[in-house]
């Protein structure tokens, strides 16, 4: 049925838009929040006797989630008119965002109960802990916000760093999100790559032990490419990447992570950083350059940098089978996971995400 152009009016002028400047301050302070989850998983594996809900780092991680909260009240309040329903004062891309914030102070809410009836979780089971995974879903809903918001706006992401910028971090925040749930295979974290292969044949005593850490290992090289590649691919499907942002979201993955570790394997981090900035030279060089050199170019970059930055630091404990392995292995992730993706898609240049 065709609507009558005034009634169609009438309901676009229904969807409030968010500024840079909005998109910004919400980005930003989706970086505190990041910050204070990534402190309070430094309390639980460097500070002992944790045994309260009530602590420092929580209290971070609740005030980045606080203050995103009221910003993103904030801009609703400022944008309801007379006459017009509070949903419909959300911004663009934002209306996610308040169902994570329901989600997340449920889950802040669930997990404060969980601890002090179950007590405080002290390893990997603090990761898999269901009121934390709600804290995931909540979080991630909320940090996407201003990615969705520039999309709406723009209908692709900008070309230009100065309107693009809060969707490059946002994409950042999400990933390092996602990233702090997979810490337990993270090699940033934790390098299995220093322990040299032990050798012990095949169903001789004492074989799947020797191997468990290169297994380890393997594994989070390969999550580590998922981690970093799918989030750029889905990116770029909605226009080409904006500068900086392969490197935004490799710093975002493997800074925080090495933090974890109180930046014992800093060097390492350091360098596949400094790796993903070559990747960002190659993307500049080649403007068309096809979502399959993207997603080969940045395992092989960055896992070929972290590699070397072992080996600079001299904890590499790997053969050349090993890590050049990893490195034609993680490549050959990339390639399918592009093709998973659609590579072949060229990237949208209209049609915004949901709010």
């Not at 301050?25 to 990534?38: E, K, R, S, T």
């Not at 709600?134 to 706006?153: D, E, H, I, W």
């Not at 499907?237 to 942002?245: D, K, N």
């Not at 596949?272 to 092989?300: H, Q």
């Amino acid at each position: 049925m065709r609507v009558p152009a005034k009634l169609a009016g009438h309901r676009g002028n229904a969807e409030q838009r968010s500024s840079v400047a909005d998109d910004g301050i919400a980005a930003l302070l989706g970086v505190w929040l990041i910050a204070g989850v990534y402190a309070d998983g430094w309390a639980h594996l460097n500070v002992g006797g944790l045994d309260s809900f009530f602590t420092p780092w929580h209290g971070a991680l609740y005030g980045g989630f606080t203050a995103l909260t009221a910003w993103l009240a904030w801009m609703t309040w400022r944008r309801k008119q007379p006459g017009r329903s509070w949903r419909d004062a959300i911004p663009a891309g934002y209306r996610q965002g308040v169902v994570g914030v329901a989600v997340f102070a449920a889950g802040g809410v669930a997990d404060m109960v969980w601890h002090l009836v179950f007590g405080v979780e002290a390893g990997v089971d603090a990761l898999v802990s269901p009121t934390h995974l709600v804290l995931l879903v909540g979080g991630t809903l909320l940090l996407s916000s201003p990615l969705r918001a520039v999309l709406q706006r723009s209908g692709a992401l900008p070309r230009r760093v100065t309107d693009a910028w809060p969707a490059a971090v946002s994409l950042a925040t999400m990933t390092a999100l996602a990233g702090f749930f997979l810490s337990y295979v993270s090699v940033f974290a934790q390098p299995t790559a220093t322990m040299p292969l032990t050798s012990i044949p095949e169903g001789a005593p004492g074989h799947l032990e020797a191997e468990l850490p290169a297994t380890v290992g393997l594994a989070g090289y390969l999550i580590g490419t998922a981690l970093i590649v799918v989030p750029l691919l889905l990116a770029r499907r909605r226009g080409p990447l904006p500068a900086g942002t392969v490197a935004l979201v490799v710093t975002f993955v493997a800074v925080p992570a090495a933090a974890l570790s109180e930046m014992r394997w800093a060097v390492p981090a350091i360098a596949a950083v400094g790796a993903s900035l070559v990747v960002e030279l190659l993307l500049r060089a080649l403007p068309a350059a096809s979502a399959v050199t993207l997603a080969v170019g940045v395992p092989g970059a960055v896992w070929s940098g972290q590699l070397i930055g072992l080996a600079l630091a001299g904890d590499l404990g790997w053969g050349v089978e090993m890590w050049a392995g990893v490195v034609v292995l993680t490549t050959l992730a990339g390639y399918l996971l592009a093709v998973v993706a659609g590579a072949n898609d060229r990237p949208r240049t209209s049609a915004g995400m949901a709010g």
